[in-house]
């Protein structure tokens, strides 16, 4: 009976180990975050050995997968009042909130000349469709929304507006020339410093409220080394370079 | 309770389903007669080109359609061409994507309405010298008229409860394209539970109600019909 307990002891002392050198943390993440969150996990799981399993889709269908028991244990909104709200409804861990991003709202056409580096475009008739992220559900979508009021264009834009459900298909709409132009993450259209194709402007931040993306520990990770881990590592130089790049500030 | 925007996508998906039903009996009928009738090897890959909505998810359909609507594909070159600009994000381009998306709906059962009433009331009709033609509509229509039926009502439910293609290329446009699934969708993801649960529940009961009362109506033909 000693030996077993014993062995026992040795086999979960094994295995503790094992998980603090290599645990896995489940990140719920903010479609507009993909591109820059999968480098970042890779290079997450260089550096700590943790793994950081990403599933990404939009805020509020992971708030109500959330609120019915989703295992995720943490989620990188793509605002700031989701976590919160979580935070204070008992799923989320208090005082582990921070802003791990800023993203920036870009008018973005696949056409070369169409949009010019002022946003004039959105004054002239060139086009027939004005694509946007659905402004309930999106922070990019009411950031677009707040621009074209700030331009007083809300009213002369309104009928050619058409919404996507959130940023990623915007964009699709905008990539598949189904609508001529629309307003997206830089994210999207940019890598490695620059932008990947047609012609874009990116709005003033003095157009619309800062677009704050924040994180936050939710319950199942509450005692996740890992997650843990996860959390300082997005405050870290690294994943700040990463984010830099394409085109999100601190 | 139901708001004004609840009320006009309630209304949207009516007309987007009645119009549907329709375009669909006028398309279907010919495809399910020929399918029933021929004798042509093609049968076989036609058959599966029109059921393939049925087994294809909503989301290629969806995808495929913006790209070939798009201006650079070949429904939407054709439809620059003839001046009608591009079909998504309109009533038309939803029309036309549930037209395709019900295609299985609307035919299956006519289909196999011509099939189990055979050869035989045609050939009877052509010995008393009726015309093919007008065999067709006084003969065969009424024969199949349970077909008609199930594929009326099995098309209209299909296409209220659509929600994939819509949501890809309708782009949420109120009064145009938004329709009650769709609707439904943006409060969940809200997190307005509380309007989505009135048009959630309204849509449970609609589907329950429209089969139970095809189930009923296919007893009763059942009976009628020895």
Known sequence: ?250 | MLDPAALEAITLTLQLASLTTLLLLLVATPIAWWLARSPSWWRGPVGALVTLPLVLPPTVLGFYLLVALGPQGPIGQLTQALGWGTLSFTFTGLLLGSVIYSLPFAVQPIQHAFEAMGQRPMEVAATLRAKPLDAFFSVALPLARPGFITAAILSFAHTVGEFGVVLMIGGNIPGKTRVVSTQIYGHVEAMEYAQAHWLAGGMLVFSFVVLLGLNLLNRKTARVMP
């Open chain 1, 1 to 250: 009976m000693r030996r077993f307990l014993a062995r026992l002891t040795l086999l979960l002392g094994v295995a503790t180990t094992a998980t603090a050198f290599g645990a896995e943390v489940s990140v719920a993440v903010a479609a507009n975050f993909t591109a820059p969150m999968q480098k970042i996990a890779q290079s997450f799981e260089q550096d700590t050995g943790h793994k950081a399993v990403l599933a990404f889709g939009s805020t509020g269908n992971f708030y109500a997968q959330i609120k019915n028991g989703a295992p995720f244990q943490i989620l990188l909104a793509a605002d700031s009042a989701t976590p919160a709200r979580l935070e204070a409804e008992g799923a989320g861990v208090v005082n582990s909130r921070f802003t791990y991003a800023t993203g920036t709202l870009v008018l973005w056409s696949k056409q070369a000349a169409l949009v010019d580096d002022k946003g004039d475009v959105l004054r002239t008739a060139k086009f027939d469709h004005l694509a946007v992220a659905n402004p309930k559900l999106a922070p990019f979508g009411a950031a677009a929304i707040e621009t074209l009021s700030a331009l007083g264009l809300m009213q002369s834009l309104q009928p050619k507006l058409v919404q996507g459900e959130n940023i990623a298909q915007t964009y699709q709409f905008i990539a598949t020339g189904n609508a001529p132009l629309g307003f997206v993450a830089l994210s999207q259209v940019f890598a490695d410093g620059r932008i990947k194709e047609g012609s874009t402007w990116i709005v003033p931040a003095s157009l619309h409220k800062p677009i704050q993306q924040d994180a936050v520990l939710l319950t199942p990770g509450k005692n996740s080394p890992a997650a843990a881990a996860l959390l300082r590592f997005l405050r870290g130089a690294k994943a700040r370079a990463i984010m830099q790049s394409f085109g999100y500030g601190p």
